[in-house]
């Protein structure tokens, strides 16, 4: 049927749907642009949540008011460690072990040897190194604060440490460690006791304190 104005309402009907029709070109650029922008989004969170996992390990010990941060050893720091443990027994232990390296070499020389690290990235890949030296059932690490492990039961204590931390740790393992134990200290010495043994030199330089010796020679009033 036609109108008045002689145009057929076929035709009105046919020109009223096409002006709310979209191009087929035109959804497909619009659906392609919503799933970029789903990927993008995903990928930029993706990545904000990995590098805060990477981090998290390493900021969060910085903001403790005592920390040790990650210097590996030298390969002189770890020959005068071993140095020092000639003609001693029993077990040992790395306070702040990192990459793992005194701990891997205690347990090459004989001992069973532990190491307490606070950044799991670095005790991971210390059982891995330790894994790939063949001596995994002798060199064992966790995740721990060494403020929270009690010391008591190694004979031997290795301590690359700051400053900053040494009159605490002295004090510290002065009431833990039993009379036949030896501390062995790398790149800064403690403030009061005096060392049996010293040997290296610069940063290479360890000091070797015993129990039984730095009881008697407390300096502190």
């Known amino acids: 049927m036609e109108g008045g104005g002689g145009i057929p309402l076929e035709t009105l009907t046919e020109e009223s749907q096409s002006r709310h029709v979209l191009p087929a070109s035109f959804e497909a650029k619009s659906l392609q642009k919503s799933n970029w922008g789903f990927f993008l989004t995903g990928l930029v969170g993706g990545t904000l949540v990995a590098v805060y996992a990477v981090a998290t390990p390493f900021i969060t010990p910085a903001l403790r008011k005592v920390c040790l941060p990650f210097v590996p050893a ?19 232990v790395d306070i702040g072990s990192g990459d ?15 190491g307490y690290e606070l950044n799991p990235w670095l005790v991971w890949y210390s059982r891995y190194h330790a894994w790939r030296e063949g001596v995994h059932g002798s060199a064992k690490f966790y995740i721990s604060d060494l403020w929270k492990v009690t010391f008591s ?12 931390m040494m009159l605490q740790l002295e004090k510290k393992l002065e009431l833990e460690l039993a009379d036949d134990a030896r501390v062995i ?31 008697g020679r407390e300096k502190r009033p």
């Open 185 to 215: 200290a790398c790149r800064f010495p403690f403030p009061h006791w005096t060392p049996d043994h010293v040997t290296g030199e610069g940063i290479d330089t360890v000091w070797a304190y015993d129990a039984s010796t730095f009881r």
């Open 74 to 92: 030298t390969t002189k720091q770890i020959e005068n460690v071993v140095k020092m443990l000639q003609c001693r027994r029993g077990s040992l």
């Open 153 to 164: 039961q190694y004979s031997n204590v290795v301590i690359f440490g700051v400053p900053q």
């Open 100 to 114: 793992g390296r005194i701990v891997i070499a205690a347990a090459k020389e004989g001992f069973t040897a532990v």
